[in-house]
């Protein structure tokens, strides 16, 4: 725990907790496997952070989407692309970048199939990060995980519009939130009801494009007029525009954060604060990032990288 003592003393110093205000520091994707573990052995679990550590630090909370298993075992799906990361290893990164919230309804997942994703909703536990998007069964995974900072409680959803590859749907065992139209809206009018703020993490849209689709927007407006107060949305490895719909705003891709491709055509970043109260939700700053060596790098002003 000494290891950690920097980033929470950090925190300490620079938070100046107001009550019934909360800020959210959120980021995209953050994928632990392939080539990530060796940069983290040889540059340390706080590596990866540097760039975005002063704004992470003076958040109340911090989200990501966890984008692979963390898993000892499981059995690899067969696919072109499976992520898998050591839990100590995971352990320690998020740790060091501080992060309260990460949901787990994507793509990535299930890579080592429902025992590997089991083993990353215990991981979550037993960080005591909240871990929206996967439970048991179905009610489990799309049950609100309820985060309560400076006096607001905040209910955290997730869902995935892109089914895992070899995914089945199980009653008791270790699920995935999928996206279900008939379902959709009374799931988030249900996770509203003992939150002041509902957030909704949506891995979703078009991997690699900058523009969101028209089928993004029609969900993104269906969700807010179901009770979302903010929606946070990943997959497309870039970022997209944000929009404002009935006061509350839409990420539509915060694209990548830490993950081991780096070209800026198919990897882009941004870290955005978010004020939260019970009456407002407003995007305060949405910093740009590249991403070099397969964490984020800020961009430089004045032209050039």
């Known amino acids: 725990m000494l290891k950690y003592l920097p980033f929470l003393l950090v925190c300490a110093l620079l938070g100046h907790a107001e009550e019934g205000v909360v800020t959210l520091a959120a980021v995209g994707d953050v994928m632990l496997g392939r080539g990530v573990p060796a940069r983290i052995a040889a540059h340390g679990p706080a590596w990866p952070w540097a760039a975005l550590a002063p704004e992470l630090a003076r958040a109340d909370l911090r989200f990501c989407n966890l984008e692979c298993a963390v898993t000892a075992g499981g059995l690899r799906i067969p696919k072109p692309y499976s992520f898998r990361a050591d839990p100590a290893m995971a352990a320690e990164v998020l740790r060091a970048g501080g992060f309260d919230v990460a949901a ?89 009801r003992e939150a002041d703020l509902l957030i909704v993490s949506l891995h979703w849209g078009k991997e690699y ?66 004020r939260l109260t019970r009456d407002a939700v407003a995007v305060e700053r949405l910093i740009p990032f590249v991403l070099d060596d397969a964490r984020p790098a800020l961009r430089k002003t004045g032209g050039g990288r």
Not at 115 to 126: C, R, V
Not at 136 to 161: K, S
Not at 223 to 252: F, K, M, N, S, W
Not at 255 to 262: K, Y
């Open 104 to 192: 787990l309804a994507n793509n990535h997942t299930y890579d080592y199939g429902r025992p590997g994703l089991a083993d990353t909703i215990t991981a979550m536990a037993q960080l005591g990060i909240a871990a929206p998007g996967a439970g048991r069964g179905r009610a489990g995974a799309v049950a609100p995980q309820r985060v309560t900072r400076n006096g607001l409680t905040l209910a955290f959803v997730a869902y995935t519009v892109w089914p895992p590859e070899g995914y089945l749907p199980s009653e008791e065992g270790a699920s995935v939130a999928m996206y279900d139209e008939a379902t959709f809206a009374e799931e988030l009018r249900a996770a509203h």
């Open 209 to 274: 494009s900058p523009g969101f689709t028209p089928a993004q927007q029609r969900l993104a407006h269906r969700a807010i007029d179901a009770g979302a107060d903010l929606i946070l949305g990943h997959h497309p490895h870039v970022t997209q525009p944000v929009e404002v719909y009935q006061g509350r705003p839409i990420l539509y891709s915060l694209g990548n954060c830490l993950f081991d491709r780096t070209d800026a055509r198919y990897s882009t970043g941004a870290l955005a604060l978010v």
